[in-house]
């Protein structure tokens, strides 16, 4: 009986397609979000509450799960050691985006990714993930 529970596993893992595994198999960081690299200069996502944010060399565009996004113009993000800085102003708020360059982990989804970002907008203190993209400031 359980020989043929066995086989019936192996029968079973055998006939499933190879994209169905795909499918189930988690994707590393940079080839999940390979078309977002190629359109932006960083970006960053967080969890609880859902939020990320995007800058292009034109604005910094931040959304957070059921709000409206907010725009902020572009700046070149401040370089020092390790960590990038960013801080705007626009009619509504205010936002500061620090990116670490260290390893950040979804707590979600358990992808890694080589930044950890953390943003201030309005009076909100949020954690992530995120990357450069491959636009160049």
């Known amino acids: 009986m359980r020989r043929g529970l066995i086989l019936l596993t192996l029968f079973l893992a055998a ?9 189930r198999t988690p994707e590393s960081a940079p080839e999940r ?17 859902f939020w990320k944010f995007t800058a292009d060399s034109g604005k910094v565009r931040f959304e ?9 113009p572009y700046s070149e993000f401040g370089n020092e ?3 990038r800085t960013y801080k705007a102003r626009n009619e509504h708020t205010t936002i500061e985006i620090r990116m670490l360059q260290q390893v950040c982990i979804d707590n979600m989804s358990g992808a890694q990714y080589p930044w950890t970002a953390e943003v201030t907008i309005g009076e909100r203190k949020l954690q992530g993930c995120g990357e450069r993209g491959r636009l160049m400031e």
Request: with cysteine.
């Open 15 to 23: 006939c499933q397609s190879p994209d169905a595994i795909k499918e």
């Open 33 to 49: 979000n390979l078309l977002m690299a190629n359109v932006v200069i960083w970006w960053a996502h967080g969890n609880e509450p």
């Open 64 to 72: 957070s799960l059921g709000e409206t996004a907010e725009y902020f």
């Open 81 to 83: 050691d390790s960590t």
